[in-house]
């Protein structure tokens, strides 16, 4: 009788069983939350509850390979078959941040915190307090475009304000997402958006049991399987397909040459240098949101202005067309001048202000170039010189990190590279400086030519003229000569136009250099959109070296030859789509107090098929990281 009601008894309780509309091919638990994100194979993102309650359901584009959960539960990444990286929102999946690390498909990715290994240790601590809130107000936000509802642009979409949340949230505790691609390509990205280094697997000259460890070997046609980083960031475990290249002769018997491996990774790099490069993130991540600000400022004022600048050469170009019916051998400059000394009106002119253009569409075009030169003051003023100023301050601090050479340095902070950075992001506030004068005088000289215009259509009508706004015959001068047919606003937006700067103002510029002037004295020959895409590449440079120095650093520790794989699907591309379930997993020991006490275990579940033909496959244990066979 108790036999029969032990046989009755599950080991496991289905709770739910309902179909989904397409095959599911991934499937991540939420680490803190009962939430499920799954991957279908029509490439949709779907989030149910525990409860089987569907929250939302998105859909890239483009084709899923991989996903996992940030460490608190709140962004998912998600690996594209494109190589790309998107990061989305857990309350309501919306893109927060998109990151280009690899030319391929993701495969694989984790997304690690750091440990609290040993309590009460200053160093196991990488808080870090960004001063930049005491001395500015809330960074700027990405200027909406004009009539685009939000949402359905790429500026300033409701997803903001998750950002904010969910990336000031991520700065508190250190994390690395790790990611792997087909071709073996490993990238790690601190918070999940600053990329720290990149490795490829086959470029590794790696150590191999049973023999002589100091004989380099090489794993061929390598295809990566799963990544898992360590709790203390201290050792990455790469699984992967392969031919492992190895010359000797010894114990040759033993060795799966042809199959899976397990390597693991030296990444102590980020347990010994946390402190140091949570700060380099911390400023470097928003310097490059800061720098998106300014780019899409820019935009906008770049598309507004030339809207305007459109709308005042539809009215404009039609006096050539009647100057040259009239048979005048003139220009629109040559005529508005000689109306405005006094001579008679010709024809054309009178034709073009009476008929053509109006009183209306004088006050149209007035207050479209008028209202759009205000619109790009308050772009300036609420985004991009905010943007340029907090740029300034955190360049300013990690200027100051990167002179204690003595602990920035091993990662790669360059003091002369961020000197140039800094540099760049003085001189794009002057550059905003200059803007700003050119777009008040040119505003200040169409509102004055447009009140001649209106005082002249007056007269022409025979109407009183006594309420109109008086104008500056010098300034109509000036306009006529150098704005009618050129605009200083739309070249100091582009990036191909050259300034010319009298001698005498170069020649005060150099002589500033001694009082601690800009070294480079050519700046002023350079538009603001120049000097924006000089300032980007400079900061592109100086992180650059960081990226570069920390991925020198990882080397290939150990590796343990798993079991053997069919010849067919030793290559990459086969490999790849030969699905092996396997898992990854670390758990923490306290028989001691020092690096490395996490012990790693990982399972692999083999079909059949693959099981017969493991005539080599050892019994594996892990200890401290290091493989054994028993």
């Not at 990336?167 to 505790?173: A, E, L, M, P, W």
């Not at 170039?369 to 907090?390: F, M, N, S, Y």
């Not at 400086?433 to 007056?458: A, D, H, Y």
């Amino acid at each position: 009788m108790e036999t029969d009601e032990t046989d009755r008894v599950l080991p496991f309780q289905l709770q739910f069983d309902k179909p989904v509309a397409s095959q599911v091919k991934i499937a991540e638990w939420n680490p803190e939350k009962d939430l499920l994100a799954m991957v279908t194979e029509d490439s949709k993102i779907l989030l149910h509850r525990f409860n089987w309650q569907r929250l939302w359901t998105i859909s890239p584009g483009r084709n899923i390979t991989s996903l996992c959960w940030r460490p608190d539960g709140k962004a998912i990444a998600v690996g594209l078959e494109d190589g790309t990286i998107s990061l989305h929102d857990v309350e309501n999946g919306k893109l927060l941040r998109s990151l280009k690390s690899h030319i391929v498909a993701v495969v694989c990715l984790n997304w690690e915190e750091e440990g609290q290994l040993i309590r009460g240790d200053p160093k196991n601590s990488s808080s870090y307090e960004d001063r930049t809130s005491r001395f500015f107000p809330p960074a700027p936000r990405v200027p909406r475009m004009p009539g685009v509802v939000s949402g359905d642009t790429g500026f300033m979409d409701d997803s903001e304000d998750s950002y904010r949340e969910l990336s000031n949230s991520s700065y508190q505790r250190f994390n690395i997402l790790c990611s792997g691609d087909k071709d073996g390509s490993i990238c790690f990205s601190i918070f999940g958006i600053f990329p720290i280094g990149k490795i490829n697997i086959h470029k590794f000259s790696v150590p191999t049991p049973f023999i002589d460890k100091q004989t380099p070997r090489q794993i061929l046609n390598s295809s990566i399987y799963k990544v898992s980083l360590s709790k203390d960031l201290c050792r990455l475990i790469v699984m992967c397909s392969g031919e492992l290249n190895e010359n000797t002769e010894s114990r040759e018997s033993q060795m799966v040459r042809q199959g899976m491996h397990s390597l693991v990774l030296d990444t102590s790099i980020f347990w010994k240098r946390k402190s140091e490069l949570h700060q380099l993130a911390q400023q470097a991540s928003n310097i490059e949101d800061l720098t998106e600000v300014i780019r899409a400022s820019l935009s906008v004022m770049c598309k507004q202005w030339s809207d305007a600048m459109h709308t005042f050469h539809e009215k404009f170009d039609s006096l050539s067309t009647l100057i040259i019916d009239h048979a005048l051998d003139s220009t629109p400059q040559e005529e508005f001048l000689s109306l405005l000394g006094g001579a008679r009106t010709s024809s054309a002119v009178h034709q073009f202000l009476v008929n053509s253009l109006g009183e209306v569409g004088v006050k149209r075009v007035l207050k479209v170039i008028c209202g759009t030169a205000k619109e790009l003051q308050r772009i300036v003023l609420d985004h991009l010189q905010p943007a340029a100023e907090i740029i300034g301050f955190r360049m300013g601090e990690l200027r100051g990190l990167s002179r204690w050479r003595a602990r920035y340095h091993g990662i790669g902070l360059d003091e002369i590279l961020i000197n140039n950075a800094t540099e760049k992001s003085g001189m794009i506030l002057v550059q905003i400086e200059r803007f700003m004068r050119v777009l008040s005088s040119v505003e200040q000289q169409f509102s004055n030519f447009f009140n001649w215009l209106l005082k002249c259509i007056k007269l022409l009508m025979q109407e009183p003229s006594d309420q109109l706004l008086p104008y500056n015959s010098e300034l109509v001068v000036i306009f006529l000569k150098f704005l009618y047919d050129q605009d200083p606003v739309k070249q100091l937006l582009e990036v191909d136009h050259d300034i010319e700067v009298d001698l005498e103002t170069m020649q005060r510029v150099k002589e500033l250099v001694q009082f601690g002037g800009f070294s480079d004295c050519e700046y002023l020959q350079r538009t603001l959109a120049k000097e924006f895409q000089q300032m980007e590449d400079s900061f592109k440079e100086a992180f650059l070296m960081p990226f570069t120095t920390i991925s020198r650093k990882m080397l290939c520790e150990d590796l343990l030859p798993l079991f053997p794989l069919p010849s067919s699907s030793s290559s990459s591309s086969a490999s790849v789509s030969m699905a092996i379930p396997m898992s990854i997993s670390y758990y923490e020991v306290h028989f001691h107090l020092c690096m490395g006490n996490f012990l790693l275990l990982f399972s692999i579940e083999l079909s059949n098929q693959t099981r017969d033909k493991m005539h080599h496959f050892h019994q594996c244990m892990t200890h401290e990281g290091f493989f054994h066979s028993e």
